[in-house]
């Protein structure tokens, strides 16, 4: 079972950038699609990108396009969400996600992914 942790939250102000890690130290996720989920208080966790095992393919949630980018690298078991031109509305708990197969499904909501991580908090100020 594959255990997300992520890392690399903290506060930024807007416009500002700062780089998310998601690491899975118990075993490997070479042949796991990933993605990148967030919640902000009173409100519906919501995708935020994904990525398939091989970095092959992408997909963002229209509110990042352009400016959050995800990718990965198997080597060192790791998955990276780079986000830049911070906005307020930025601001939530972001999770990490692993799907168990190789592929994410864009007709769930969740992208079908199954393991979730603890979340770290974003913070962007005006």
């Known amino acids: 079972q594959v255990q997300p942790v992520e890392s690399g939250g903290g506060l930024v102000q807007a416009g500002g950038s700062l780089r998310l890690s998601c690491a899975a130290s118990?075993?490997?996720?070479?042949?796991?699609?990933m993605g990148w989920f967030r919640q902000a208080p009173g409100k519906e966790r919501e995708f935020v990108a994904a990525?398939?095992?091989?970095?092959?393919?992408?997909h963002y949630a229209d509110s990042v396009k352009g400016r959050f980018t995800i990718s990965r690298d198997n080597g060192k078991n790791t998955v990276f969400l780079q986000m830049n031109s911070l906005k307020p509305e930025d601001t939530a708990v972001y999770y990490c996600a692993a799907n168990r197969n190789r592929y994410y499904s864009t007709g769930n909501l969740y992208y079908g992914m199954d393991y979730w991580g603890k979340g770290t908090l974003v913070t962007v100020s005006s």
């Open positions: 118990g075993r490997t996720i070479s042949d796991n699609a």
């Open positions: 990525i398939t095992w091989n970095g092959g393919s992408t």
